[in-house]
């Protein structure tokens, strides 16, 4: 049977980089329109580590998405080797903070003030766990004799194993898992373990950023990886398993800082982020799990409601743009110039 149009409850976006300033307000509304919730990661400069600077950005978020008032972003804590555990506590009973996330010092954007050693915040994360607190994990382990295709699969046995071991009731989620190994590790681990597929590494591999000539539009941390990782993604994404949700890790920079001499990682998927998803399934024959993953998931995870409103997608043909923004703003979405077979919304 072909289905060529999908109704599902509204999804959420558990992974999404929504900048600030004039980049918040140009990007925002692409995910604010598509999605009800997003987890807003806060890797601005200067990072945001206190509730009152998490408050105030969920402000200038609000402001730049008014034209959806439905959305509900959802903030989280950038933990530091020296961050407060109470802070991260007063936060999240005021409903500031949902989550906080580690970056592993110099793993990747504006990382520098990140964590140099899991067990130095280990008191941290015992309030953590205490309070029901999920920690998001850049799941990568950085040293200059780790092969970059390398450090998950390094970080898996290196880091997420001992703090499972050591902090079992901890709720915890590996973000953007690239890797059959994160995975297998993650299906294999107990309820409280959790994991985001970006829908970048369900479509792409490593030889698409590099056979033919570079693409530093594809470009992003952790790298693809290959052709069998991505297989085990779209395997472990349209499996069912209540683990796994979608989690986009949109993540704009404009042109110039991507196309340099050494350029930026992270893909601007955000504008048609539903509509790419939506495609992996249908070629994997599985639309009928794609509500679980997209709308169910995350939630359950989170311990959330699930959202009232109902979206619709259908299959037919759209053009992505070239870009996206004017000026110093000029952003080149994910897929640009190609052709989508599906779409969002009514049309
Ligand atoms: O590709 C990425 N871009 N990965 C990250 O972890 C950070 C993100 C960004 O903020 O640009
Ligand atoms: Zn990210």
Redesign the pocket.
């Known amino acids: 049977m072909t289905v060529d149009t999908l109704i599902i409850t509204q999804p959420d976006d558990w992974h999404v ?1 929504l900048r600030d300033g004039a980049m918040l307000n140009q990007v925002a509304p692409y995910t604010a329109r598509q999605f009800g919730r997003a987890i807003i ?1 806060p ?1 601005l400069k200067p990072p945001v580590t206190t509730a009152a600077q998490a408050a105030a950005y969920r402000g200038r978020i609000l402001q730049a998405t008014r034209a959806y008032p439905d959305f509900t972003p959802l903030m989280t804590a950038y933990l530091t080797d020296t961050i407060d555990a109470q802070e991260l506590k007063n936060g999240h009973s005021e409903g500031i903070f949902t989550a906080a996330k580690l ?1 592993p010092a110099n ?5 520098a003030a990140g964590v140099t050693d899991i067990r130095k915040i280990y008191p941290v994360l015992e309030v953590m766990q205490e309070i029901g607190m999920p920690l998001l994990l ?1 799941g990568e382990m950085v040293g200059k004799d780790i092969d970059i295709f390398d450090r998950e699969a390094v970080f898996l046995d290196a880091v997420l194993q001992p703090l499972l071991d050591d902090m079992p009731e901890l709720k915890v989620v590996l973000e ?1 898992i690239t890797t059959q190994d994160a995975a297998e590790f993650v299906a294999a681990a107990s309820g409280n373990l959790a994991a985001t597929i970006t829908v970048h590494h369900l479509q792409i591999n490593r030889n698409d950023i590099l056979v033919g000539g570079i693409k530093p539009h594809l ?4 790298v693809a990886k290959r052709e069998q990782h991505r297989l085990a993604l779209r395997k472990a994404a349209t499996s069912g398993n209540p683990k796994f949700f979608l989690g986009t ?1 949109t ?1 704009p ?1 404009v042109i110039t800082d991507k196309e340099s001499a050494c350029g ?4 601007f998927s955000a504008p048609h982020a539903l509509e790419n998803y939506v495609q992996v399934f249908d070629e994997e024959n599985a639309l009928g799990q794609f509500e679980a993953f997209a709308s169910l998931n995350g939630s359950a995870f989170y311990g959330l409601p699930t959202n009232p409103r109902k979206v619709t997608l259908r299959k037919q043909p759209q053009e992505v743009p070239a870009v996206i923004g004017e000026g110093g703003l000029v952003v080149a979405p994910y897929k640009a110039g190609e052709t989508l077979p599906w779409q969002f919304g009514d049309s």
Do not use: F, Q, V
């Open positions: 980089h990661m890797n970056y793993a990747t954007t504006n990382s850049h953007h470009y992003c941390l952790p890790d993540a920079h930026c990682a992270g893909i």
